[in-house]
């Protein structure tokens, strides 16, 4: 964390003023340190002596009670942590939406969070433009799950949507795998295995997205979107919430713009809508610019996790 001091030089005495910090944008898992500015020494009455010590006491309070012990950290000494901690605990349950996940909003609101993965990888790579464009004229805010050989292959639209208001961009792991501590597999896609791929699959990508977007994501999506209970428990160490949904929109972009619109009529007030942005030969634009005019239609508006964040069930 920033430390923040400033010395100024008044009629010949010392008087030290408690300031704000730069806003450099940390969250809680991201270490930021900034080197001690140079402090005049000067001889002070033993009263100024007092009120530096006691500014210094109450300033350490308080950026210990903000700060979150990963801050001051290594990678190493992180899954270290991990593993002392995780290392030997077993695995009960694995699957999308065990306890610990989230799939909506806690609410009466017509309101719907609509979300949107990019899954990387050599069939996954691509860019539907004309569905994000869509999404941009219309104005409709989107929650965008993005996955790090995804951003490797497109960084250009990476930088673009990563600075668009209309667009949080959150995790989607950086090799798409299933968030697993023990390899076990989703859809023939093999799992994470042990702390360290664990924690390399989360926070490869949450630095990588972190250099896009100058905020570290507060939401996870594992490749599948499947996990185990202990890796919920390590995503809730590392300050991430697991987020899956509760309306299959595309079917993991295999769906038609028909079926799309029947999966769409299943939607509650606080709905979570998974939809692929990755795949651009397939109807997924068609259908969204179905679904869209169809919940306004019924009353719904449209809203980002990050909206309400405290609702998440």
């Known amino acids: 964390m920033p430390i923040k001091r400033l010395t100024l030089i008044l009629s010949g005495l010392a008087v030290l003023f408690l300031t704000a910090g730069c806003d450099v944008k940390t969250e809680p898992t991201l270490s930021v340190e900034d080197p001690l500015e140079s402090v005049v020494e000067e001889e002070k009455p033993d009263i100024f002596q007092e009120e530096e010590e006691e500014v ?4 350490s309070a308080e950026e210990e009670e903000e700060m979150d012990p990963e801050d001051t950290m290594t990678e190493e000494e992180q899954i270290q942590l991990l593993k002392n901690t995780y290392g030997d605990r077993e695995v009960t349950v694995f699957g999308e939406n065990i306890d610990g996940v989230m799939t909506g909003i806690r609410t009466d609101e017509k309101i719907a969070a609509l979300t949107f993965d990019a899954c990387g990888g050599p069939h996954g790579s ?5 569905l994000i464009t869509y999404l941009m004229e219309e104005r409709i805010p989107a929650t965008l799950f993005i996955n790090g ?20 961009i959150e995790n989607h792991g950086y090799g798409h795998k299933p968030l697993s501590m023990d390899g076990r597999s989703a859809y023939g896609i093999r799992g994470t295995e042990g702390i360290e791929e664990v924690f390399q699959e989360i926070m490869k990508n949450q630095q990588l997205i972190l250099s896009y977007t100058g905020r570290t994501p507060r939401y996870f999506r594992s ?39 029947r999966s769409a009529r299943g939607v509650k007030p606080g709905s979570i809508f998974l939809y692929h942005m990755n795949h651009p030969s397939k109807e997924i634009a068609a259908g969204v610019k179905q679904v869209i005019p169809m919940l306004i239609g019924m009353g719904y508006d449209f809203v980002k996790l990050s909206d309400y964040d405290d609702y998440l069930k």
């Open 56 to 59: 210094a006491s109450d300033l």
């Open 126 to 130: 691509a860019f539907d433009e004309d």
């Open 149 to 168: 050989r995804w951003i490797e292959e497109n960084r250009e639209t990476m930088e673009m949507l990563s600075q668009h208001e209309l667009f949080d």
């Open 223 to 261: 490749g599948t979107a499947f996990y185990d209970d202990v890796t919920l428990e390590i995503l809730e160490e590392l300050n991430l919430k697991a987020v899956n949904y509760d309306v299959l929109g595309d079917a993991g972009a295999t769906f038609n713009k028909e079926q799309m619109v």
